[in-house]
């Protein structure tokens, strides 16, 4: 079983259910917050900084990879075929990481090649 397929069976129900987490306003308000007590040192929302914009990264993952991205960035760095990963472990609750990710998911739109990788 991949690492990937590993971390996706192991992300909480409300994840992986049919809701609409990522867009409720609350939890995206809540998700800013988070960005800038344990993100802002690596991300930008809008432009490549040490680690890919948020508009990138929500161009290109579902509200589930970038979940599950943040609970294990080693295990999907590895599945996605990086040469490493430099994104930290952060030691974040189950809703702290929701909102993270909604927060995160929030960008999707835009230019997505504004601040990106090549991957």
Known sequence: MTRLLLSILLLPAAVLAGGTWWTDPDRIAFGETVFDAKCMGCHHPEVKAFGPSFRWIASRRTP???YAYIVSPAALSSERGY????????????????????????????????????K
Do not use: Q
């Not at 030691?91 to 090549?118: I, Q």
């Open 83 to 118: 040469a490493s990963n430099s994104m930290p472990h952060l030691p974040l609750t189950r809703e702290e990481t929701l909102a993270a990710a909604a927060y995160v998911y929030s960008f999707r739109g835009g230019d997505p090649d504004n601040g990106g990788t090549k």
């Open 64 to 66: 589930a990879e970038i």
